[in-house]
């Protein structure tokens, strides 16, 4: 079964730090390029970061750079999102998504992140 389940969310106060996971499963993660979006309420769902497969380049949203580092082990079948410095205006639900040319885009059910005081 392909899947993705994140968890690693939570509440945390303006400058903390929390490190979203999301391990993959029914599918070659290591062949995948893995991404992390976020929804606000209201808003529309933005790309946060995203990894490539191979030598693992990173792209990063410019609201975030600096900030947040995108990882994965292909072990573990796991990419993560650790979240540094963080601002009332990071908070949304955070989702993992998998892509792969050729193949159908593979999304989690999202974590809950919430920053503030």
């Known amino acids: 079964q392909v899947q993705l389940v994140e968890s690693g969310g939570g509440l945390v106060q303006p400058g903390g730090s929390l490190r979203l996971s999301c391990v993959a499963s029914g599918f070659t993660f290591s062949a995948y390029i893995m991404s992390w979006y976020r929804q606000a309420p209201g808003l529309e769902r933005e790309q946060v970061a995203s990894i490539f497969p191979g030598a693992g380049v990173t792209r990063y949203a410019d609201s975030v750079k600096g900030r947040f580092t995108i990882s994965r082990d292909n072990a573990k079948n796991t990419v993560y999102l650790q979240m540094n410095s963080l601002k009332p205006e990071d908070t949304a639900v955070y989702y993992c998504?998998?892509?792969?040319?050729?193949?159908?885009?593979?999304w989690g059910q999202g974590t809950l992140v919430t920053v503030s005081s």
């Open positions: 998504k998998a892509r792969r040319y050729g193949s159908p885009e593979v």
